[in-house]
């Protein structure tokens, strides 16, 4: 039995208008980082960014020179894969650093900036939020004067053999510096990456091992032309040789870098616009307040503010950490989420060079869907569309060629997007398959990814989630409803056979995430998976939905109807068995392999993503799932293991509070000294997953809504012992900004008034 009290109710009696308090953009300050010891490398960089230029920068003790690594995320190579743009190293006299000198270094968050004091000096460095510029301002006290030296520093000089070659051995190719200049041109250093069409044949070498040799001619290679770098240009500096700008006699520097990626057929065009955008940056002060605005705003969207009341002060606070570590992954997320393709998951633009160079990247250029998908989950909740939205294009693009793929595999309409893929929506070639001909057949070779295709469906439902919480139509016609029919019409057509016994399809041969696989070609029953759960609660999480989008005022094409009505008539039930124990549970699917081949427990995607199963449904529902949950053959905490958000969705919230708590204590890389940058785990470091889905699983426990009416309810898993005050957003245009204290409430302000009273409190009720 759900306890719960409707706030219509509590709202008239306990709380008052000037009760109800908001967060402004200050907040964030508190969780600002500052260093008062220098660092010796790359390793105790900060971060910075604007989306779509990020930045790692540090200090180096030894030298007194500020560095910083410049990334654009779209700086994609000869074999699609995403390099850093370059170096940049700036040497000061006297210098900014020597031992004994007092020093403090600042990420101040809302502002979006890095801070440096020392020795006179104080060094300001952010990313403009218009332009792709990373700027540097430099003053020293009293005008005394100051020399430097502006330097390019480039690692990629000659060609060196690509990670992950396939067919043949493939080359990073080095960079160009431009020197010297073309005439006329102002006191610069220009250099860049170029993707020449004697190189770009990994596009057309993936389309014939893949089988698709025929799309070449369809369309356009997506890397042949690719140019990428940038324009480093100072105040009263001078070009001394090709990578570097020096200057004397200084009381104040201004140092703006220009980065640009362009598909362009000339080197000369490349310099041309890059100039152009370099020409157009506007003074250094201007620059910052427009981007300390922009930070503001960010920042005024929503926040989530904890406090442990069972121990610890200040930065040892628990509830300090989640807080901290959320804004941390947060802010990293903003610095690198406004691009036109997904965040890595594999180091997002902040890789280092640890080992084998600051361009590589465990798992190479592709996306992972399981790793990729984890920070937009909590986009909406955050109120920031601008980050979540960047990705809808991405996947909208690639639906003429995955519904090619699909005509040509099977000859039947629709298509998927794999689980690990590349930049251009094929298989990434080392689940598919490494080799220089066409494949005898289109069957991936990796088990693990054979027939992995429920990021699909899971795409689709943040897509309707996205619906849900903005009723924007025009976004909703735009990405949603394309999308959806042709993920929806792959399902529909692909398995197409019946139970004769049920009426039900049958989904076959399929598999349960990677967990659970299909290994033998062709397909055995007794040695692959049949109605897999992760597929089956997608499509009973969307079908519903989308059949509601009718009545909406979307323009759903009747024959799309029709279609959704009948796959839902005929979806097979979830599978449900009994565990170990005789206790009935949610099953990885109807029919199993002998053993498993990884550790993901496919049977709790009824819970997330897909939320077919959390703590307000029946208590025959709440009780299959929490022993689903409990019996769980895999339980793990750490990079993109769900079961944090699992606890949340459920009610569980001893499990989901420890479960944030550790992770949010977890180290980052060894040696690393921002907190925010999580550790390898799964994927490569910062890990972009380990972060992401704490902050998930912390909206869930504060917030959840319904999937069947219009109720929200508050605080469903939330501890007493934690006293929060927060701001974030539900559905249907709703923002929630409220305060527990003591297991009180405190104050409550929901908008639209009209919605007060949908809001159930499930905790904090004392």
């Known amino acids: 039995m759900l306890l719960c009290i409707r706030l219509s109710c509590l709202l008239v009696t306990v709380l008052a208008p000037s009760a109800c308090v908001g967060l402004d953009s200050s907040w964030v300050s508190a969780y600002n980082v500052v260093w008062n010891t220098t660092t010796a490398d790359e390793k105790g960089s900060m971060p910075l960014g604007n989306g779509d230029v990020a930045s790692n920068v540090w200090m180096?003790?030894?030298?007194?020179?500020?560095?910083?690594?410049?990334?654009?995320?779209?700086?994609?190579?000869?074999?699609?894969?995403?390099?850093?743009?370059?170096?940049?190293?700036?040497?000061?006299?006297?210098?900014?650093?020597?031992?004994?000198?007092?020093?403090?270094?600042?990420?101040?968050?809302?502002?979006?900036?890095?801070?440096?004091?020392?020795?006179?000096?104080?060094?300001?460095?952010?990313?403009?939020?218009?332009?792709?510029?990373?700027?540097?301002?430099?003053?020293?006290?009293?005008?005394k004067e100051f020399s430097t030296t502006v330097s390019l520093e480039v690692w990629r000089t000659s060609p060196t053999e690509a990670a992950g070659s396939f067919c043949k051995t493939r080359y990073t190719f080095p960079d160009t510096v431009v020197d010297p200049l073309p005439d006329p041109f102002p006191q610069s250093v220009v250099w860049y990456h170029r993707n020449?069409?004697?190189?770009?044949?990994?596009?057309?070498?993936?389309?014939?091992?893949?089988?698709?040799?025929?799309?070449?001619?369809?369309?356009?290679?997506?890397?042949?032309?690719?140019?990428?770098?940038?324009?480093?240009?100072?105040?009263?500096?001078?070009?001394?040789?090709?990578?570097?700008?020096?200057?004397?006699?200084?009381?104040?520097?201004d140092v703006a870098v220009t980065l640009q990626t362009?598909?362009?057929?000339?080197?000369?065009?490349?310099?041309?616009?890059?100039?152009?955008?370099?020409?157009?940056?506007?003074?250094?002060?201007?620059?910052?307040?427009?981007a300390a605005d922009s930070w503001m705003k960010f920042w005024a969207r929503s926040g989530v503010i904890i406090n442990d009341t069972s121990g610890g002060e200040g930065t040892e606070n628990d509830g300090y950490r989640i807080s901290a570590q959320s804004v941390y992954q947060r802010f990293l997320d903003a610095c690198d989420g406004r691009g036109k393709t997904p965040i890595k998951f594999n180091g997002q633009q902040f890789t280092l060079d640890v080992g084998k160079g600051p361009d590589y990247r465990d798992w190479g250029g592709g996306f992972w869907w399981q790793n990729t998908r984890q920070p937009y989950y909590n986009m909406l909740a955050s109120g920031d569309l601008d980050l979540l939205r960047a990705v809808y294009p991405f996947y909208l693009d690639l639906l003429p060629l995955i519904s090619n793929r699909t005509q040509i595999y099977f000859n039947h309409s629709g298509g998927f997007y794999p689980e690990t893929m590349t930049l251009f929506g094929t298989y990434d070639n080392g689940g598919f398959g490494f080799g220089c001909e066409q494949k005898a057949n289109h069957i991936p070779d990796n088990t693990y990814i054979r027939y992995h295709i429920v990021g699909s469906l899971e795409l689709v439902f943040l897509l309707l989630d996205d619906y849900h919480f903005t009723q924007d139509k025009e976004i909703a016609e735009r990405f949603l409803l394309p999308i959806a029919q042709v993920v929806?019409?792959?399902?529909?057509?692909?398995?197409?056979?019946?139970?004769?016994?049920?009426?039900?399809?049958?989904?076959?041969?399929?598999?349960?995430?990677?967990?659970?696989?299909?290994?033998?070609?062709?397909?055995?029953?007794?040695?692959?998976?049949?109605?897999?759960?992760?597929?089956?609660?997608?499509?009973?999480?969307?079908?519903?939905?989308?059949?509601?989008?009718?009545?909406?005022?979307?323009?759903?094409?009747?024959?799309?109807?029709?279609?959704?009505?009948?796959?839902?008539?005929?979806?097979?039930?979830?599978?449900?068995?009994?565990?170990?124990?005789?206790?009935?549970?949610?099953?990885?699917?109807?029919?199993?392999?002998?053993?498993?081949?990884?550790?993901?427990?496919?049977?709790?995607?009824?819970?997330?993503?897909?939320?077919?199963?959390?703590?307000?449904?029946?208590?025959?529902?709440?009780?299959?799932?929490?022993?689903?949950?409990?019996?769980?053959?895999?339980?793990?905490?750490?990079?993109?293991?769900?079961?944090?958000?699992?606890?949340?969705?459920?009610?569980?919230?001893?499990?989901?509070?420890?479960?944030?708590?550790?992770?949010?204590?977890?180290?980052?890389p060894p040696g690393w000294r921002f907190t925010g940058?999580?550790?390898?785990?799964?994927?490569?470091?910062?890990?972009?997953?380990?972060?992401?889905?704490?902050?998930?699983?912390?909206?869930?426990?504060?917030?959840?809504?319904?999937?069947?009416?219009?109720?929200?309810?508050?605080?469903?898993?939330?501890?007493?012992?934690?006293?929060?005050?927060?701001?974030?957003?539900?559905?249907?245009?709703?923002?929630?900004?409220?305060?527990?204290?003591?297991?009180?409430?405190?104050?409550?302000?929901?908008?639209?008034?009209?919605?007060?009273?949908?809001?159930?409190?499930?905790?904090?009720?004392?």
């Open 196 to 253: 020449e069409r004697e190189n770009s044949t990994f596009w057309s070498d993936t389309l014939t091992l893949q089988g698709l040799s025929s799309l070449n001619k369809t369309f356009r290679n997506p890397l042949t032309n690719v140019t990428f770098g940038g324009i480093i240009r100072g105040t009263d500096l001078k070009r001394a040789n090709g990578t570097t700008l020096t200057g004397t006699g200084l009381t104040k520097l």
């Open 488 to 668: 929806l019409a792959y399902y529909d057509e692909h398995w197409p056979q019946k139970d004769p016994t049920t009426n039900k399809t049958v989904f076959f041969p399929a598999q349960s995430l990677e967990t659970w696989q299909c290994r033998s070609v062709p397909a055995k029953v007794n040695d692959c998976v049949t109605n897999p759960t992760p597929d089956m609660a997608g499509l009973h999480a969307i079908l519903p939905r989308m059949l509601q989008l009718s009545s909406s005022g979307l323009p759903v094409p009747a024959s799309e109807h029709q279609r959704w009505q009948r796959m839902l008539n005929d979806l097979p039930d979830i599978p449900v068995g009994k565990d170990n124990h005789g206790i009935e549970t949610v099953m990885p699917g109807e029919k199993l392999p002998p053993r498993s081949s990884n550790s993901e427990n496919t049977e709790l995607y009824t819970v997330h993503p897909f939320r077919l199963y959390t703590f307000d449904q029946s208590n025959e529902i709440v009780t299959l799932a929490r022993n689903t949950y409990t019996s769980r053959r895999f339980p793990c905490n750490n990079g993109w293991c769900q079961d944090v958000m699992d606890a949340a969705l459920l009610g569980l919230t001893q499990d989901a509070q420890k479960m944030v708590t550790d992770r949010a204590k977890a180290s980052p």
């Open 262 to 290: 362009l598909q362009v057929d000339s080197v000369d065009d490349w310099i041309f616009y890059t100039e152009k955008q370099s020409n157009s940056n506007p003074d250094v002060d201007t620059s910052f307040k427009q």
């Open 60 to 143: 180096e003790n030894s030298t007194g020179d500020v560095l910083f690594y410049l990334a654009k995320s779209d700086a994609w190579d000869v074999n699609a894969d995403l390099l850093k743009a370059g170096r940049v190293r700036i040497r000061y006299s006297p210098p900014l650093y020597t031992t004994g000198i007092k020093y403090k270094q600042t990420l101040d968050l809302l502002t979006g900036s890095v801070a440096i004091e020392s020795n006179g000096y104080t060094v300001l460095l952010f990313v403009d939020s218009i332009l792709n510029t990373f700027r540097v301002k430099t003053e020293r006290s009293y005008g």
């Open 677 to 766: 940058f999580a550790a390898h785990y799964q994927d490569y470091e910062p890990n972009l997953d380990h972060l992401s889905t704490m902050r998930t699983a912390v909206h869930f426990m504060l917030v959840q809504w319904s999937s069947t009416n219009d109720t929200i309810f508050l605080f469903p898993s939330w501890p007493d012992t934690w006293d929060v005050t927060f701001k974030l957003y539900a559905p249907m245009k709703t923002v929630i900004e409220a305060s527990c204290s003591g297991g009180q409430l405190k104050s409550l302000n929901v908008t639209p008034d009209a919605r007060k009273k949908d809001v159930v409190l499930v905790n904090c009720k004392k």
